[in-house]
């Protein structure tokens, strides 16, 4: 039987692009450059299935004009907010994603961010490579402790709990906001609000992890960060959409928020000029899941949703 013919569009590990290979006929864009949506349409024509990233849009319009050669679009990234659902899942085109194996590296970047934000690392680390560090003194780059404060998480999904287990090892009283209560044993004795405005109020830190939707675009606006704590420090792994960019730079201004991490943006790349005029924001370029074990995996769950597609079962993260 002829193997099928998949498409990378980008750079993915060595060790996922060699197994792509043992396994199907690939296309691989080892330029690493960025898909259009013209793009996108042609190749669906002859191709049965793609790996893209979250950087690769299939919107509703892209969507509508897929050749039906494609058959599945097995995403390398958790988030989907790039894949409008509804229209691919009418068009008969299978999606898949692949959570859990980054979620570990992304709670990891929420912390750095966290503890950069609070701690005065962007303006700390600018200071000592001037080469003008003249004074030292107690009352000099003083910052917000960690340890032991309360965090408020909003979206306690799988990569929330990562950061959760993290900033358990912090002594950080950990409050959050789901769409549903926790059971005890994943709670961890975390403190469950029912709503975002509840948990806001607690939040002397705030990460976000949610998804990227119609209903968490915008949810950090002006309104709710009036609800956190004066001096609040907030981070962002998840999704630039979740956040009023606007908002989030007069709420740096008035010193409602103390500072934030920011590893996600809302026009990507590239990130917020205005951003950078900010010392108290410490920012990275969407690097949360981008470590080498962490890439492995995420492309081997990839193939491995590819793998039982093609062998006739459901795959594993089939959405
Ligand atoms: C994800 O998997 O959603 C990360 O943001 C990287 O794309």
Request: glycine fraction near 8%; charged fraction near 20%; aromatic fraction near 6%.
């Amino acid at each position: 039987m002829k193997r099928p013919t998949v498409w990378i569009p980008r750079r993915l590990s060595d060790a996922t692009l060699e197994r792509a290979q043992a396994d199907y006929d690939c296309i691989i864009n080892w330029e690493d450059g960025l898909s259009s949506a013209d793009d996108l349409i042609a190749m669906s024509a002859k191709v049965d299935a793609v790996i893209p990233c979250h950087s690769e849009h299939f919107s509703a319009e892209v969507a509508a004009q897929l050749d039906s050669r494609l058959k599945i679009i097995a995403n390398h990234s958790v988030g989907v907010d790039h894949c409008d659902l509804p229209a691919l899942k009418a068009r008969g085109i299978a999606v898949t994603n692949t959570p859990d194996v980054l979620s570990d590296a992304t709670a990891e970047i929420a912390m750095l961010l966290m503890l950069g934000a609070a701690r005065r690392a962007v303006e700390g680390d600018a200071l000592v490579r001037s080469g003008n560090w003249k004074v030292w003194s107690p009352s000099f780059m003083v910052g917000k402790q960690v340890t032991g404060a309360r965090i408020g998480i909003i979206g306690m999904g799988r990569v929330g709990r990562a950061f959760a287990e993290k900033a358990r090892g912090f002594g950080m009283d950990i409050h959050y906001y789901n769409r549903s209560r926790l059971d005890p044993d994943l709670e961890q004795g975390a403190t469950y609000h029912d709503s975002i405005d509840s948990v806001l109020a607690v939040s002397d830190f705030l990460s976000l992890h949610c998804p990227a939707t119609p209903e968490t675009t915008g949810l950090m606006n002006a309104d709710r960060f009036a609800l956190l704590p004066d001096g609040a420090v907030m981070v962002n792994t998840a999704r630039g959409a979740l956040v009023d960019e606007a908002a989030l730079i007069d709420a740096l201004d008035s010193g409602k928020l103390a500072g934030a991490g920011l590893d996600c943006f809302v026009t990507e790349p590239g990130g917020n000029p205005r951003l950078s005029a900010y010392q108290n924001v410490f920012m990275l370029p969407h690097i949360g899941s981008a470590t080498v074990s962490t890439r492995d995996a995420m492309g081997f769950r990839a193939l491995n949703n590819l793998d039982a597609f093609f062998a006739g079962q459901t795959p594993g993260d089939l959405l």
